[in-house]
């Protein structure tokens, strides 16, 4: 059998699968606080929440309201969407003057209470979801089997990044929310809405939190705390690549998924901590992160 | 003035009568640490307005160490409080050099970012002692004669160590040195303009901060005995942040009110209402942010000033 740093290469496909999965998350959930970031200014802590919303939102749709997984794919994202446009006009809004870091705190504050609300619902430990009976099973390509739910998370995640991106860098929606980042005053002079399109923005990015949070659903356990260290991570993955920058923050979260799951197969005991130490490494080397334009 | 030296003054009694009062030592204690983490934290976030997020590294950091010292390496207390100081001072060093780098918000994700790491050392390490941590941790003695065993010599020894750490502190917002944190915080391309080599000022006063909290560290390992990977955690650093916004960040009996607040909240919510607890704290957070970010002792002032003036 071929074997590579002394490990049998299916073992290290395999690994490196896993990492591009969970790339795939940390991808769609860095999109979407790079847009929040570049649009509000806001470092969204509560990113994680809504990630563990939306994994309970299709747990709970399955359960008491037999809602299947697709539609959840379309449901959890919308209502999760919905709160966190509540939360905006509720909260967020009133710190846009102030500095930035309140921003943070706030969002913090809300992830506390979402998983203190979850955790006593439905208690600290997780709950399985079931993999949808069309993506059982899977497809054996000689070297390895792929298991098709992976497979699909892949590729449904990196179409939803690939359509955000054109969305916001290729439409006249997104030509309009790029302007109104450079200078929002400008921009609503121009007679465009800046606090729909603002509201719209935060909606749109903890939407996609909660659509990782759907299709993680089946591949991780759904509990209140599945949110809380991810969102570090993700932090992370923005710094290094650049904070703001969506092309940036979709590389770089795939890519440091891979590097993720490679590091479990040479050096497992580090693979919890690398992407923070090349975060360190990035911030020594280049400290606006990969993609990022130097202030 | 003469208000200031009054509260001062019936704080201390308070300080010196409280074991008395029938109140429980070793919470007292408990308060004094987590007050004393406060007002080191506060000397970052009050006075040189860098909002680290991942002060319970160095926390934590210095109660593992120093329990391991003292538990498994037979050293004594004071040394064992000194190897826990020098080791937080040592993170601070490395961790607060890259995080100087970056300023706002980013520094506070780099600060989180890299408290994880320390988190998951603690986490996979031998001598932490795993999910478990460190238990039974004795006090011993001080200089060999002042055995700490007893839960009002304990008390003593935490609160002069406090009020020497505040008094420091006081002393350094007020020193030379303070003053240029000031100015950083007031406008940083300024002092950078004025020749001030900013970020060398920023990366001493981190460090001072990280010392400090690694000393409130070591002693809450000794005063309840254990240290545990929530010392360390991300929870932690958030509720550091929240007592000093609480008390007033910036202010010097801020911190120490939030913490005695916080945690007595926590103390007395956990048997009563179990998870809700994190919701509780959450809500303070938000609401604290929207409606009073000058915090308690902030908004006082500001009264006694607009009265003043």
Known sequence: ?295 | MRAQVAVYVVLAALALIAPFLGLYPVFLMKLLCFAMFACAFNLLLGFTKMLSFGHAAYFGAAAYVTGWLVTAQGWNTLEGILGGVAVSMLLGLVIGAIAVRRQGIYFAMITLALAQVVFFICLQAEFTGGENGLQGIPRGSLLGFIKLGSDRTMYYFVLTVFVAVYALIVRIVHSPFGQVLKAIRANEPRAVSLGYKVDRYKLMAFVLSASLSGLAGSLKALVLGFATLSDVSQGNSGEVILMTLLGGSGTFLGPVIGANVVVTLQEYLSDLVGAWVSVIIGAIFVVCVLLFRRGFVGEVLRRFERRGG
Request: aromatic content about 10%; some cysteine.
């Open chain 1, 1 to 295: 059998m071929t074997t590579v740093f002394g490990v049998p290469l299916p073992a290290i496909l395999g690994q490196l699968m896993l990492g591009l999965v969970n790339g795939s998350f940390y991808a769609l959930l860095s999109l979407g606080l790079a847009v929040i970031f570049g649009l509000l200014g806001v470092v969204n802590f509560a990113h994680g929440a809504f990630y563990m919303l939306g994994a309970f939102a299709a747990y709970v749709g399955l359960e008491s309201l037999g809602i299947n997984y697709w539609w959840a794919l379309l449901l959890a994202p919308l209502a999760v969407g919905l709160f966190g446009i509540l939360i905006e006009r509720l909260l967020l809004r009133h710190l846009y003057q102030v500095d930035p870091v309140y921003g943070l705190l706030l969002t913090f504050g809300i992830a506390l209470i979402a998983e203190g609300v979850m955790r006593s619902q439905f208690g600290a430990s997780g709950k399985s979801y079931p993999v949808p009976p069309l993506l059982q099973g899977g497809l054996n390509l000689g070297f390895m089997v792929l298991p098709v739910y992976r497979a699909w998370v892949i590729v449904a995640s990196i179409a939803v990044c690939a359509v955000t991106w054109f969305l916001i860098e290729r439409t006249r929606l997104g030509a309009r929310l790029r302007a109104a980042t450079e200078n929002a005053k400008l921009v609503q002079a121009f007679g465009i809405n800046v606090p729909v399109l603002v509201m719209c923005t935060y909606g749109a990015g903890v939407a996609l939190a909660a659509l990782a949070g759907v299709l993680a659903a089946p591949v991780v356990q759904v509990s209140p705390l599945m949110g809380s260290s991810l969102v570090i991570v993700v932090f992370a993955v923005v710094v290094i690549g650049g904070m703001g920058s969506i092309i940036g923050a979709i590389v770089s979260g795939l890519v440091l998924g891979l590097i993720e799951g490679l590091t479990k197969v040479i050096y497992p005991e580090a693979s919890n901590v690398v992407v923070f130490v090349i975060m360190a490494i990035v911030l020594i080397w280049r400290p606006a992160g990969l993609f990022g334009k130097e202030q």
